[in-house]
């Protein structure tokens, strides 16, 4: 099924994620193969429709940073650091692989290495859906080694997507986020 992203399809969108049903829609830097993130199975069906390892790390995607606390205990060093980050690249979008002891609700068997990979979006309609669906799993659209898909006439490519959400003046979007180590502090991509 395909949809377009905005304000009215919201709640089609929120009650597939809900439903751990896998969609496509766009993020902060490019489409996205998404579910929710509190389903640790989602995981190992993005990343077989991807064919790629079954536990590889995904995003996973946050509302705010507000949502992000109530799921992760962040320490304020490391929370202070993501922030002197993101304010010295302020118009980018950037995922964070940090190292996390406790986790309130996302399941620990997400953590193949204690770590995990976040981003809170900055696209005003995808923050209401992850406000109201909770956070979701997020990939880009390609399979293993390939490049992400870009063009949205080709976003039907992929079997096992339940919804294909697309956004007309999304268009410019062509690069994944920065993917910075906060404990390592360096730039992986």
Same mark, same amino acid.
């Given at each position: 099924?395909?949809?377009?992203? /905005?304000?009215?399809?919201? #709640? ?5 994620? &809900?439903?751990? #049903? ?5 993020? %902060?830097?490019?489409?996205? $193969? ?5 389903? +640790? ?5 993005? *990343?077989? $429709?991807?064919?790629?390892?079954? +536990? ?7 509302? /705010?940073?507000? #949502? ?6 962040? %320490? ?5 650091? $993501?922030? @002197?980050?993101?304010? *010295?690249?302020i118009n980018k979008p950037i995922s964070f692989l940090i190292e996390v002891q406790n986790l309130n609700i996302i399941s620990k068997n997400?953590?193949? %290495? ?9 696209? &005003? ?11 979701? +799993? /997020?990939?880009?659209?390609?399979? *293993? ?13 992929? @079997? ?5 959400? +697309? %956004?007309?003046?999304?268009?410019? &979007? ?9 404990? *390592? ?5």
């Amino acid at each position: 099924m395909l949809t377009k992203i /905005s304000i009215e399809e919201t #709640q089609k969108i929120i009650n597939s994620i &809900k439903n751990n #049903q896998i969609i496509i829609l766009p993020s %902060d830097s490019i489409y996205g $193969i998404s579910a929710s993130a509190l389903d +640790y199975n989602n995981l190992i069906r993005i *990343n077989k $429709i991807k064919q790629r390892n079954l +536990y590889q790390h995904l995003i996973i995607l946050f509302a /705010s940073y507000e #949502q992000l606390l109530s799921f992760i205990d962040i %320490d304020d060093n490391t929370l202070k650091q $993501i922030h @002197e980050y993101e304010k *010295n690249n302020i118009n980018k979008p950037i995922s964070f692989l940090i190292e996390v002891q406790n986790l309130n609700i996302i399941s620990k068997n997400n953590l193949k %290495d204690n770590k995990i990979l976040f981003r809170v979006v900055k696209h &005003k309609i995808l923050q209401k859906i992850i406000k109201q669906s909770g956070p979701i +799993y /997020s990939t880009s659209v390609n399979l *293993n080694k390939e490049n992400p898909i870009i063009d949205i006439s080709k976003l039907n490519y992929f @079997e096992g997507i339940d919804l294909l959400c +697309y %956004d007309i003046e999304f268009q410019n &979007k062509t690069k994944p986020s920065i993917i910075y180590d906060v404990n *390592n502090k360096t730039q992986i991509r």
